[in-house]
């Protein structure tokens, strides 16, 4: 046990409460006695390394190198991907894949290269595997954007799993993205991060690392190119980071490098090539499309744990409806449950749950629960009686049910990495959907157990089904909330076919986009933790989840007015925006914290409610390309190396650039803009890219600005949908998108495309394909073109 996992167990404990103290006593030394008995000690161990080549197999797409102690199996896909694996690792079986791995490219052959190595040459990129099992990218221009140095293993000498390292050299200006949920970022600085999905114990900061979603995911951004990298292996691991250094003419560059060390499972990676755009398509190509949300999720949500009672959810929705503030949802905690107890309802503070939540869908608000996945281990429970019925809880090496502890007390914890267990937990949604609920929120499924000491999960020797081959917690930790969306998104689509699921899960994996999306999980209250809070979100983005946002507010404490005020605006401009608080934590209500904060706040919401038809834009743009609706700076130009730098200011999709403010008592901020030009919304006042501009950042608003030439779809007075143009510089031309809400079904929305240009004088609008050219709904022209 290390210091950090010493801190988070005796944070994780105090949580708690002192009724489980001595239950996380018990469990956390019935995990070390389960470890000590259930897993093979190493000993002795024999490294291992691929020596020269000793032949080669050309196949589709590529072939198989043989090495003196390995082999490598190169793959290009007719997508584009590129795949190797080494040992003979396959693309499968994998859990980050959607569906078969796609098929190779046959214009892709394996070739002799140079001094005794060979090479793979692809439309997007040319793999050059060295005589001694180097690997190298290089851009289809021969400029070399990675170059893996050659693996070394370690085999325990009586047989287990090999842990492994691999080195990976880039570029001086490469900057590294990425990893899943990380606080510190989105930018990877030189350090080393965990992939180990963690509860931190309570509230979070920068500093507190890994978090809820890891996963061996990079996007690597050089003036070479951009490049992302998938290590498909959920084991645990590190990844060293060193940033390189230039020489400032001098021509001593030091390169930049990446390590990354794994405790066992396949070495084998994906690569894709190209511009952030497209190498964020490849990867949902390859790993599956986002989730689209139903309308009403990319509107306000409002949560608490404490509610306490139907009387108070209806308090605080009379307070928005009493100050005409929107509200789209509202969320239910654990203190809903009987005995915290899933799948139950504590029928004494919610005697009516179905008729609350059919009042509030009459408000057009919907009502969202949340789902843990330990079940409380009390005959009489009915999920715990069916689940032991239907033999779908993990058990230990010896074939005993594993047992933690969590919120209602001693629980067992259903095996996601079964179908049959899937099966059986998709089908209790029903009793969610009977009491009402419209959509779900996941939480503790790193998964968590609370321990006086040790790691805060289950017992790395814990058996797993892993789809029929078997395992154990340390292969399939790091997808057990992957496995429980999984579970509960094809469940839902099975009780209502006709209705999308909507679900977010504080943990997940690669590939954890196909089922819904994430938030923060519990951001410390404070200004570090509004800062981390957009880390967060632009680094999921990054990683294919494009759906997350914060706990607004922080989620414990009392965040001051101002705080409370930014955090707001900034949340009123992500993809969930939703306040929520710990039971011991402030209110979160926005007329709580006075008059004119109250005034500023109407104004982030109302604002909010404007751009719906952008955000559902965006939502739809995000499930067909990948494309998160948060984009760092670079997005559109990773050759500018000042904006890979830039971490305080985000693109909402192409047109927009939010600049929030993270700091206190700032009335002033600057931003480093994108090349173009660029409209302060509030003020109309144009500025040009690329360069570094102050901007008013009053506390009634934080800066937003359009890109010129920009076509906005927003909504209007009446309802219905407006365009909003932003006028292009002379010249210059400019455009956007519109696709509908098409309702929460499957049916897909057409792309209705817009360009505008100057046309006598005036700012036309046009929509591509429609006879006569006319935008087809009405348009505000904004903007300037002196």
């Known amino acids: 046990m290390n210091g950090r996992d010493l801190v988070r167990s005796v944070k994780a404990v105090g949580s708690a409460g002192p009724a489980q103290g001595l239950r996380s006593v018990r469990s956390a030394w019935r995990r070390r006695r389960a470890d000590a008995t259930g897993l093979e000690p190493r000993g002795a161990e024999r490294a291992r390394v691929p020596g020269a080549v000793t032949g080669v197999e050309p196949g589709p797409g590529g072939g198989v190198v043989r090495f003196a102690r390995s082999e490598l199996r190169v793959r290009v896909t007719a997508g584009g991907s590129v795949f190797w694996g080494w040992d003979g690792a396959l693309p499968e079986p994998s859990y980050a894949l959607a569906g078969e791995a796609p098929e190779?490219?046959?214009?892709?052959?394996?070739?002799?290269?140079?001094?005794?190595?060979?090479?793979?040459?692809?439309?997007?990129?040319?793999?050059?595997?060295?005589?001694?099992?180097?690997?190298?990218?290089?851009?289809?221009?021969?400029?070399?954007?990675?170059?893996?140095?050659?693996?070394?293993?370690?085999?325990?000498?009586?047989?287990?799993?090999?842990?492994?390292?691999?080195?990976?050299?880039?570029?001086?200006?490469?900057?590294?993205?990425?990893?899943?949920?990380?606080?510190?970022?989105?930018?990877?600085?030189?350090?080393?991060?965990?992939?180990?999905?963690?509860?931190?114990?309570?509230?979070?900061?920068?500093?507190?690392?890994?978090l809820y979603i890891t996963m061996p995911v990079q996007m690597v951004v050089a003036d070479a190119g951009t490049h992302l990298v998938f290590h498909d292996n959920p084991w645990d691991g590190t990844?060293?980071?060193?940033?390189?250094?230039?020489?400032?003419?001098?021509?001593?560059?030091?390169?930049?490098?990446?390590?990354?060390?794994?405790?066992?499972?396949?070495l084998r990676c994906w690569v894709m090539v190209g511009t952030p755009a497209r190498v964020l398509h490849a990867w949902v190509s390859l790993t599956g499309a986002p989730a689209l949300p139903p309308s009403w999720a990319l509107g306000h949500h409002h949560a608490r744990w404490g509610f306490g009672s139907e009387r108070e959810v209806r308090r605080v929705v009379a307070g928005y409806r009493k100050r005409e503030l929107p509200l789209d949802a509202v969320h239910l905690d654990i203190d809903h449950f009987s005995g915290h107890r899933v799948f139950t309802v504590d029928q004494e503070r919610f005697p009516h749950l179905p008729q609350l939540a059919e009042e509030l869908r009459g408000d057009g608000i919907r009502l969202v629960s949340i789902v843990d996945p330990a079940v409380a281990s009390e005959p009489g429970n009915e999920v715990y009686d069916s689940g032991t019925a239907a033999d779908v809880f993990v058990r230990d090496a010896a074939g005993r049910t594993v047992?933690?502890?969590?919120?209602?007390?001693?629980?067992?914890?259903?095996?996601?990495?079964d179908a049959r267990a899937r099966k059986w937990w998709g089908g209790l949604y029903q009793e969610r959907l009977a009491q009402g609920f419209a959509g779900f929120w996941h939480d503790m499924n790193e998964p968590v157990s609370f321990a006086a000491f040790g790691e805060t999960t289950l017992p790395r020797s814990a058996r797993h089904s892993l789809e029929g081959r078997g395992g154990d917690h340390r292969e399939a930790h790091n997808v057990y909330g992957l496995g429980m969306a999984r579970a509960g998104h094809e469940g839902l689509r099975e009780l209502r076919p006709q209705e999308r699921p909507f679900l977010f899960s504080r943990s997940g994996w690669a590939g954890m986009q196909r089922y819904g999306g994430t938030w923060s999980g519990d951001v410390a209250t404070g200004w570090p933790g509004l800062r981390a809070s957009l880390s967060l979100v632009l680094g999921l983005g990054l990683c294919g989840v494009p759906y997350s946002g914060p706990d607004v507010g922080g989620f414990d404490g009392s965040p001051s007015a101002e705080l409370y005020l930014r955090w707001f605006q900034l949340g009123a401009y992500l993809p969930l925006f939703r306040t929520h608080a710990s039971l011991r934590a402030g209110r979160r209500e926005p007329w709580e914290f006075g008059p004119e904060v109250l005034g500023h706040a109407r104004v982030a919401l109302v604002e909010r409610r404007r751009l719906s038809p952008y955000f559902m834009t965006l939502a739809q743009v995000a499930r067909r390309t990948g494309a998160p609706y948060v984009r760092p700076l670079w997005w559109g130009c990773p050759e500018d190396r000042a904006l890979r730098d830039c971490e305080d200011a985000f693109l909402l999709g192409d047109s927009l650039l939010v600049a929030p403010v993270l700091?206190?008592?700032?009335?002033?901020?600057?931003?480093?803009?994108?090349?173009?030009?660029?409209?302060?919304?509030?003020?109309?006042?144009?500025?040009?890219?690329?360069?570094?501009?102050?901007?008013?950042?009053?506390?009634?608003?934080?800066?937003?600005?359009?890109?010129?030439?920009?076509?906005?779809?927003?909504?209007?007075a009446d309802g219905g949908v407006e365009l909003e143009a932003w006028a292009p510089a002379r010249g210059g031309a400019g455009g956007g998108l519109l696709i509908r809400d098409g309702g929460d079904g499957w049916e897909e929305s057409a792309v209705e495309r817009f360009t505008s240009r100057?046309?006598?004088?005036?700012?036309?609008?046009?929509?591509?394909?429609?006879?006569?050219?006319?935008?087809?709904?009405?348009?505000?022209?904004?903007?300037?073109?002196?």
């Open 104 to 210: 190779p490219d046959p214009r892709a052959v394996l070739e002799p290269d140079k001094d005794g190595g060979w090479r793979v040459v692809a439309e997007r990129a040319t793999v050059v595997v060295s005589r001694y099992g180097a690997v190298e990218l290089l851009t289809p221009g021969g400029v070399r954007l990675r170059r893996d140095l050659p693996p070394r293993w370690w085999e325990p000498v009586g047989g287990g799993p090999a842990r492994w390292v691999q080195r990976s050299e880039v570029a001086a200006d490469a900057r590294f993205f990425g990893l899943g949920g990380r606080t510190s970022g989105p930018r990877l600085r030189s350090g080393v991060y965990r992939l180990w999905n963690t509860d931190p114990g309570g509230s979070f900061g920068p500093e507190d690392d890994p």
């Open 239 to 266: 990844v060293m980071v060193h940033e390189g250094e230039e020489g400032a003419g001098s021509g001593h560059d030091r390169g930049g490098s990446c390590e990354l060390r794994m405790g066992g499972g396949p």
């Open 403 to 417: 047992r933690g502890v969590v919120w209602a007390g001693e629980s067992v914890y259903p095996d996601f990495t």
């Open 663 to 716: 700091e206190p008592d700032v009335q002033r901020r600057s931003v480093r803009l994108p090349r173009g030009r660029w409209y302060d919304t509030a003020t109309g006042k144009a500025y040009e890219g690329q360069a570094q501009v102050v901007l008013d950042a009053p506390l009634s608003r934080i800066p937003v600005l359009a890109r010129a030439g920009a076509v906005l779809p927003v909504r209007g």
């Open 758 to 786: 100057w046309r006598d004088g005036r700012v036309v609008v046009e929509r591509e394909g429609h006879e006569g050219g006319e935008a087809g709904c009405p348009v505000r022209v904004r903007g300037s073109a002196t």
